[in-house]
């Protein structure tokens, strides 16, 4: 039965993990990191992201406009753009690995201590990845609610507000350790399983030995 739910497993754990390293490109690109309500004109919503801050308009569509330089940035969103690139290299480092260790791969089916060695490199790899989707949204996060509860701020001055793009980070990191942790189960769970089945052999082939030899005259 364990021979038969390891690669339903493993392909779960693939399936979750590419979800995850999917939603983290995703969240690196969107412009709705921050969203700003203006009170005095309901009509525009303004958002700003990692590379890029845009006004919506309800009859205007979006326009957005690209940050001019790195360096003035806020120091959040500058670190928040290296660690996202990290997170996408890491989570693509991740899925190749693990590609070549699943079982249902026939790939170097006969070395199966490298396929193992692979696929557990590769789920820590998806962990490494969510770990580093998770810091710099929930960084940007805390410090939207700092700006948001400042009290040396005026009442008058808009505030910012949480997009949607820390959201699809938050489960994209979610995706990438719950994938990274199925692989690593079922890689887990294999290594107890070569010797039950030898043993198993071992065992029907001692049987038939003895109905053999009971057999003869």
């Not at 753009?81 to 590609?99: A, H, P, Q, T």
């Not at 609610?145 to 980070?169: C, H, M, N, T, Y």
Request: hydrophobic fraction near 45%.
């Amino acid at each position: 039965m364990a021979l038969v739910c390891r690669p339903r497993a493993q392909l779960s754990g693939m399936l979750v993990s590419l979800l995850g390293w999917v939603l983290s490109c995703l969240t690196t690109y969107l412009p709705q990191w921050k969203n700003l309500n203006l009170e005095l004109n309901e009509l525009e919503i303004w958002t700003m992201g990692l590379w890029q801050a845009c006004v919506v308009q309800e009859e205007g569509g979006m326009q957005c406009k690209d940050f001019d330089s790195f360096l003035a940035l806020p120091p959040e969103l500058r670190i928040s753009r290296i660690l996202m690139f990290v997170s996408n290299g890491l989570g693509l480092l991740g899925l190749l690995l693990s590609g070549f260790g699943l079982d249902c791969l026939k790939i170097g089916g006969r070395q199966q201590e490298l396929k193992k060695r692979l696929l557990l490199l590769g789920g820590m790899f998806f962990w490494m990845s969510g770990i580093t989707v998770i810091v710099p949204v929930s960084w940007v996060a805390h410090s939207t609610v700092q700006e948001f509860w400042d009290e040396s701020i005026p009442d008058i001055v808009p505030r910012w507000d949480f997009g949607e793009a820390l959201f699809i980070g938050w489960l994209a990191g979610f995706c990438l350790i719950l994938g990274g942790s199925l692989l690593n189960c079922t890689r887990c769970s294999t290594e107890g399983l070569p010797s039950s089945v030898h043993l198993a052999a071992a065992e029907l082939q001692e049987q038939c030995q003895r109905l053999e030899t009971e057999s003869r005259p």
